[in-house]
């Protein structure tokens, strides 16, 4: 996720009474990072698997020793 949000700052927002609204926004906005961010790693994954599968297809141990190490990490963080 690119953006880093607190949990100080979410309180801060639903605290203010004149801004109600803001406080929905930037957990709309959290969720929203959330997703967007998921989807990416699964795409990524997906293309790391085609690339696994042509590097062994090719005999490129190098290639797939890379893509199967940034598999191994994704595979990590997404069940983390």
Not at 19 to 48: C, G, H, P, V, W
Not at 59 to 73: G, H, I, M, R, V
Request: glycine fraction near 2%; hydrophobic fraction near 35%; aromatic fraction near 12%.
């Amino acid at each position: 996720m690119d953006k880093y949000y607190s949990y100080t700052d979410f309180l801060k927002a639903v605290g203010q009474q004149s801004t109600e609204n803001q406080a929905e926004k930037l957990l709309n906005e959290i969720y929203l990072d959330l997703f967007i961010s998921r989807l990416q790693r699964m795409q990524r994954i997906e293309q790391l698997k085609l690339l696994i599968d042509t590097s062994l297809d090719q005999k490129n141990e190098q290639a797939f020793e890379q893509y199967s190490t940034e598999l191994n990490d994704l595979m990590a963080f997404t069940v983390s």
